[in-house]
Structure formats: C-alpha cells, structure tokens
C-alpha cells in the first residue's frame, strides 16, 4: 500500500510540475494534494487508535492469563514444597523411631552390665 501511494504522489507532483502537455491541475503548492493527505489523515487516524485499543486489551487479557498462570504455578510449587517436607518428617520419625527402639534393646544389654 505505501509503494503504491509513493507512486501516485511522485506521479500526482510529475504532472503537475511539467506544463508541457496540458495545464497543471493542482500547481505547485499543491493545496490539493495537501487536502487529500489531511482527508486521508483524518480517516487513517481512529482506525489507527481503534487498532491500538484493541491490542491494548489482548496485551491486558495476556497479561491476566500471565497472572493466574503464576499463582497457579505458585500454589502448586507451594503444595510440593509441603508434601516434600511431609516425607521429610516421615522418615525423620522413622529413623527417630529406629534409634529409639535400638536403645531399648541395649537397655537390659547396659542394665546387666552395669549389675555385673
């Protein structure tokens, strides 16, 4: 589209700069060639601000979707964390339970020892 419009602009300003073949219609000034850029301005410009409203509003819903997929990500590293440390104190218990039932059976071991 931009070629295009170039090309009928360095046209438009060619045929009326050269007099040799017929009158200039829009001389050099070229206020007519200046309407049609402001006209053409006047309706590129809300398309342009419409078309920037709505990537603005799919950046904001991406930025949500960024969001709730953070505290999803949040709430689950969360609930491993917790699990982790469950197995954790488990086997704590465990080896807890280990030792403390090692020493029960060396106390009658240590108690007739002590008595001999």
Do not use: C
Not at 29 to 47: E, K, M, R
């Amino acid at each position: 589209m931009f070629i295009i419009q170039s090309a009928i602009v360095a046209a438009w300003i060619v045929l009326n700069l050269v007099e040799v073949l017929f009158k200039p219609f829009d001389p050099y000034p070229f206020i007519l060639l200046n309407l049609l850029f402001s006209t053409q301005a006047a309706y590129a410009a809300p398309i342009i601000m419409m078309s920037q409203n709505r990537s603005a509003q799919r950046d904001r819903f991406q930025a949500d979707a960024d969001f709730q997929t953070n505290v999803d990500s949040k709430k689950e590293i969360e609930e491993l964390q917790h699990h982790l440390s469950s197995i954790e104190v488990d086997k704590l218990d465990k080896i807890l339970t280990l030792v403390a039932d090692d020493r029960l059976d060396r106390v009658p071991t240590l108690l007739e020892a002590k008595a001999g």
